[in-house]
Protein backbone atom coordinates (compact mmCIF):
# COMPACT_ATOMS: atom_id res chain seq x y z
CA UNK A 1 0.00 0.00 0.00
CA UNK A 2 1.52 3.42 -1.38
CA UNK A 3 0.53 6.61 1.12
CA UNK A 4 3.74 8.79 1.12
CA UNK A 5 1.47 11.58 1.92
CA UNK A 6 1.10 9.78 5.37
CA UNK A 7 4.21 11.61 6.71
CA UNK A 8 3.33 15.21 5.55
CA UNK A 9 0.02 14.41 8.03
CA UNK A 10 2.09 12.73 10.57
CA UNK A 11 3.88 16.11 10.75
CA UNK A 12 1.21 18.25 10.84
CA UNK A 13 -0.68 16.20 13.37
CA UNK A 14 2.65 16.87 15.39
CA UNK A 15 2.55 20.52 15.04
CA UNK A 16 -1.39 20.95 16.15
CA UNK A 17 -2.04 17.73 17.95
CA UNK A 18 1.25 16.05 19.40
CA UNK A 19 -0.83 14.66 22.38
CA UNK A 20 -2.15 12.14 19.83
CA UNK A 21 0.66 10.85 18.34
CA UNK A 22 1.50 7.82 19.84
CA UNK A 23 4.58 6.10 17.92
CA UNK A 24 3.56 2.61 19.08
CA UNK A 25 -0.30 3.52 18.12
CA UNK A 26 0.53 5.07 14.33
CA UNK A 27 2.64 2.42 13.15
CA UNK A 28 0.23 -0.17 14.70
CA UNK A 29 -2.25 0.87 12.87
CA UNK A 30 -0.37 1.52 9.59
CA UNK A 31 1.15 -1.98 9.44
CA UNK A 32 -2.50 -3.38 10.31
CA UNK A 33 -4.02 -0.93 7.60
CA UNK A 34 -1.74 -2.37 4.86
CA UNK A 35 -2.78 -6.07 5.85
CA UNK A 36 -6.04 -5.11 5.31
CA UNK A 37 -5.91 -3.38 2.44
CA UNK A 38 -4.09 -6.57 0.93
CA UNK A 39 -6.54 -8.76 1.71
CA UNK A 40 -9.28 -7.11 0.68
CA UNK A 41 -7.58 -6.62 -2.52
CA UNK A 42 -7.56 -10.41 -3.27
CA UNK A 43 -10.73 -11.22 -1.48
CA UNK A 44 -12.19 -8.78 -3.71
CA UNK A 45 -10.48 -9.92 -6.85
CA UNK A 46 -11.22 -13.84 -5.86
CA UNK A 47 -14.44 -13.33 -4.91
CA UNK A 48 -15.37 -10.75 -7.67
CA UNK A 49 -17.34 -8.31 -5.94
CA UNK A 50 -16.63 -4.98 -4.13
CA UNK A 51 -17.23 -3.90 -0.69
CA UNK A 52 -19.35 -0.80 -0.47
CA UNK A 53 -18.96 -0.22 3.35
CA UNK A 54 -16.35 -0.46 6.03
CA UNK A 55 -17.22 -1.22 9.86
CA UNK A 56 -14.33 0.03 12.25
CA UNK A 57 -15.87 -1.44 15.25
CA UNK A 58 -14.41 -0.72 19.01
CA UNK A 59 -12.49 1.72 16.63
CA UNK A 60 -10.60 3.99 20.39
CA UNK A 61 -8.54 6.31 18.14
CA UNK A 62 -9.89 5.53 15.04
CA UNK A 63 -6.92 5.86 13.14
CA UNK A 64 -7.46 2.97 11.08
CA UNK A 65 -10.82 3.33 10.11
CA UNK A 66 -9.70 7.10 8.89
CA UNK A 67 -6.78 5.84 6.85
CA UNK A 68 -9.73 3.25 5.24
CA UNK A 69 -12.07 6.54 4.35
CA UNK A 70 -8.64 8.51 3.05
CA UNK A 71 -7.67 5.76 0.94
CA UNK A 72 -11.29 4.43 -0.79
CA UNK A 73 -13.35 8.32 -0.73
CA UNK A 74 -15.77 6.53 -2.82
CA UNK A 75 -16.66 4.11 -0.14
CA UNK A 76 -18.26 4.64 3.52
CA UNK A 77 -16.81 4.33 6.52
CA UNK A 78 -18.66 3.71 9.86
CA UNK A 79 -16.81 3.69 13.01
CA UNK A 80 -18.21 2.70 16.67
CA UNK A 81 -17.08 2.81 20.00
CA UNK A 82 -18.16 3.48 23.83
CA UNK A 83 -16.02 6.75 23.66
CA UNK A 84 -16.07 9.48 21.45
CA UNK A 85 -12.62 10.70 21.35
CA UNK A 86 -10.78 13.93 20.58
CA UNK A 87 -8.21 11.77 18.57
CA UNK A 88 -10.30 10.56 15.92
CA UNK A 89 -11.58 13.95 15.21
CA UNK A 90 -7.93 15.59 15.18
CA UNK A 91 -7.12 12.49 12.60
CA UNK A 92 -9.73 12.87 10.76
CA UNK A 93 -9.02 16.53 9.91
CA UNK A 94 -5.36 16.09 9.00
CA UNK A 95 -6.43 13.61 6.60
CA UNK A 96 -9.21 15.70 5.00
CA UNK A 97 -6.81 18.70 4.73
CA UNK A 98 -4.48 16.50 2.59
CA UNK A 99 -7.33 15.12 0.60
CA UNK A 100 -8.33 18.79 -0.14
CA UNK A 101 -4.71 20.31 -1.20
CA UNK A 102 -4.70 20.28 -4.60
CA UNK A 103 -1.43 19.44 -5.56
CA UNK A 104 0.41 16.16 -5.90
CA UNK A 105 2.63 15.61 -2.00
CA UNK A 106 5.84 14.15 -1.86
CA UNK A 107 8.48 13.96 0.56
CA UNK A 108 10.10 16.86 -1.06
CA UNK A 109 7.36 19.16 0.55
CA UNK A 110 8.57 18.53 3.87
CA UNK A 111 11.84 21.00 5.33
CA UNK A 112 13.50 18.09 7.14
CA UNK A 113 15.90 20.80 8.90
CA UNK A 114 12.85 22.26 10.41
CA UNK A 115 10.72 19.28 11.11
CA UNK A 116 13.76 17.35 13.02
CA UNK A 117 14.49 19.89 15.40
CA UNK A 118 13.35 18.60 18.64
CA UNK A 119 11.93 19.93 21.69
CA UNK A 120 11.48 17.56 24.57
CA UNK A 121 8.83 17.92 26.96
CA UNK A 122 6.00 15.83 28.94
CA UNK A 123 2.92 15.67 27.25
CA UNK A 124 1.30 14.71 30.34
CA UNK A 125 2.42 16.96 33.09
CA UNK A 126 -1.06 18.58 31.74
CA UNK A 127 -4.63 17.64 31.44
CA UNK A 128 -4.98 18.37 28.20
CA UNK A 129 -2.85 15.21 27.26
CA UNK A 130 -3.47 12.83 29.96
CA UNK A 131 -5.08 9.30 28.73
CA UNK A 132 -8.65 10.44 30.15
CA UNK A 133 -8.58 14.01 28.06
CA UNK A 134 -8.60 12.00 24.67
CA UNK A 135 -12.54 11.65 25.29
CA UNK A 136 -15.30 14.25 25.02
CA UNK A 137 -17.40 15.26 28.34
CA UNK A 138 -20.41 15.27 26.30
CA UNK A 139 -22.23 13.37 24.01
CA UNK A 140 -23.15 15.90 21.49
CA UNK A 141 -22.57 15.19 17.07
CA UNK A 142 -18.78 16.14 16.40
CA UNK A 143 -18.54 16.67 12.65
CA UNK A 144 -16.05 14.60 10.85
CA UNK A 145 -13.76 16.51 8.60
CA UNK A 146 -13.79 13.47 6.06
CA UNK A 147 -17.30 13.40 4.28
CA UNK A 148 -16.56 9.62 3.81
CA UNK A 149 -16.76 8.31 7.70
CA UNK A 150 -19.25 8.65 10.13
CA UNK A 151 -18.35 7.68 14.17
CA UNK A 152 -21.25 6.30 16.03
CA UNK A 153 -21.03 6.36 19.56
CA UNK A 154 -22.43 3.27 21.70
CA UNK A 155 -21.75 -0.55 21.87
CA UNK A 156 -20.49 -2.40 18.63
CA UNK A 157 -23.88 -4.45 18.11
CA UNK A 158 -25.63 -1.12 17.16
CA UNK A 159 -23.47 -2.21 14.14
CA UNK A 160 -25.63 -5.12 13.28
CA UNK A 161 -28.53 -3.32 11.65
CA UNK A 162 -26.20 -1.73 8.65
CA UNK A 163 -23.67 -4.60 8.14
CA UNK A 164 -24.48 -7.09 5.06
CA UNK A 165 -22.83 -8.64 2.41
CA UNK A 166 -21.44 -5.73 0.89
CA UNK A 167 -20.03 -4.42 4.14
CA UNK A 168 -16.30 -5.70 5.48
CA UNK A 169 -15.86 -5.57 9.11
CA UNK A 170 -12.87 -4.48 11.05
CA UNK A 171 -12.12 -4.57 14.75
CA UNK A 172 -8.13 -3.82 16.12
CA UNK A 173 -6.96 -5.02 19.36
CA UNK A 174 -10.70 -5.40 20.82
CA UNK A 175 -10.66 -7.38 24.13
CA UNK A 176 -12.62 -10.32 24.81
CA UNK A 177 -16.52 -10.49 23.26
CA UNK A 178 -15.80 -7.90 21.27
CA UNK A 179 -13.51 -9.90 19.07
CA UNK A 180 -16.17 -13.12 18.98
CA UNK A 181 -19.54 -10.06 18.39
CA UNK A 182 -17.73 -9.18 15.60
CA UNK A 183 -16.72 -11.82 13.53
CA UNK A 184 -19.83 -13.54 14.44
CA UNK A 185 -21.76 -10.41 13.37
CA UNK A 186 -19.54 -10.42 10.51
CA UNK A 187 -20.37 -13.81 9.22
CA UNK A 188 -24.14 -14.23 10.22
CA UNK A 189 -24.57 -11.10 7.31
CA UNK A 190 -21.87 -12.44 4.84
CA UNK A 191 -19.64 -9.97 5.22
CA UNK A 192 -15.52 -9.32 4.89
CA UNK A 193 -14.41 -9.76 8.27
CA UNK A 194 -10.65 -8.83 9.83
CA UNK A 195 -9.94 -9.00 13.90
CA UNK A 196 -6.60 -8.29 15.13
CA UNK A 197 -7.52 -10.16 18.74
CA UNK A 198 -6.07 -8.34 22.04
CA UNK A 199 -7.39 -10.08 25.18
CA UNK A 200 -8.99 -13.63 24.63
CA UNK A 201 -10.93 -15.51 27.11
CA UNK A 202 -10.45 -19.41 26.56
CA UNK A 203 -13.97 -19.93 28.27
CA UNK A 204 -15.18 -18.05 25.21
CA UNK A 205 -14.09 -20.73 22.76
CA UNK A 206 -12.81 -23.61 24.56
CA UNK A 207 -15.59 -23.93 27.08
CA UNK A 208 -14.30 -27.92 28.18
CA UNK A 209 -10.80 -27.41 28.06
CA UNK A 210 -8.43 -25.78 30.96
CA UNK A 211 -6.13 -23.79 29.04
CA UNK A 212 -2.83 -23.35 31.70
CA UNK A 213 0.93 -23.59 31.97
CA UNK A 214 1.25 -21.59 28.68
CA UNK A 215 3.64 -18.63 28.52
CA UNK A 216 1.71 -15.19 27.34
CA UNK A 217 2.60 -15.52 23.85
CA UNK A 218 2.14 -19.11 23.79
CA UNK A 219 -1.55 -18.52 25.32
CA UNK A 220 -2.43 -16.05 22.37
CA UNK A 221 -0.84 -17.78 19.75
CA UNK A 222 -3.00 -21.21 20.53
CA UNK A 223 -6.19 -19.28 21.13
CA UNK A 224 -5.69 -17.03 17.95
CA UNK A 225 -5.27 -20.48 15.93
CA UNK A 226 -8.83 -21.47 18.24
CA UNK A 227 -10.30 -18.70 16.47
CA UNK A 228 -8.94 -19.13 12.86
CA UNK A 229 -10.73 -22.20 12.94
CA UNK A 230 -13.88 -21.52 14.25
CA UNK A 231 -14.52 -18.85 12.07
CA UNK A 232 -13.23 -20.46 9.12
CA UNK A 233 -10.33 -17.72 8.35
CA UNK A 234 -8.99 -17.43 5.02
CA UNK A 235 -5.75 -15.53 6.04
CA UNK A 236 -3.39 -15.41 9.33
CA UNK A 237 -1.41 -12.49 9.32
CA UNK A 238 1.34 -11.19 11.75
CA UNK A 239 2.94 -7.56 11.83
CA UNK A 240 6.71 -7.03 13.65
CA UNK A 241 6.04 -8.26 17.08
CA UNK A 242 8.54 -5.64 17.99
CA UNK A 243 5.48 -3.18 17.85
CA UNK A 244 3.16 -4.98 19.41
CA UNK A 245 2.89 -8.55 21.16
CA UNK A 246 -0.53 -8.91 19.88
CA UNK A 247 0.86 -9.12 16.42
CA UNK A 248 -1.93 -11.39 14.94
CA UNK A 249 -4.59 -10.80 12.11
CA UNK A 250 -7.30 -13.25 11.35
CA UNK A 251 -9.26 -12.43 8.12
CA UNK A 252 -12.09 -14.06 6.51
CA UNK A 253 -15.73 -14.03 5.38
CA UNK A 254 -15.45 -14.17 1.35
CA UNK A 255 -16.62 -16.64 -0.73
CA UNK A 256 -14.34 -17.90 -3.45
CA UNK A 257 -11.07 -16.47 -1.76
Not at 44 to 61: N, T, Y
Not at 213 to 238: H, I
Amino acid sequence: TTMPELAGIILAMEKVSPEYIRVKEVIESVEAFKVIVAYLNTAEQSAKKRFEEFFDLACGHGLVGVLLAYAFPQRMVRSFDWKRRKSFYAFASAFASMRASSETWSSASIDWDEAQRFEPSNRFENSKSSPDSDAFDDDDEQNVALDNIKFTRGDIDAAKTFVNSQSFVVALHGCNEANKSSVEMAIDAGAGWVVMPCCIKSNLYLPECTVTKLSDDAKYAFLCGVMAQKYTAQMSRCIDARITTRALLLCGGVKGY
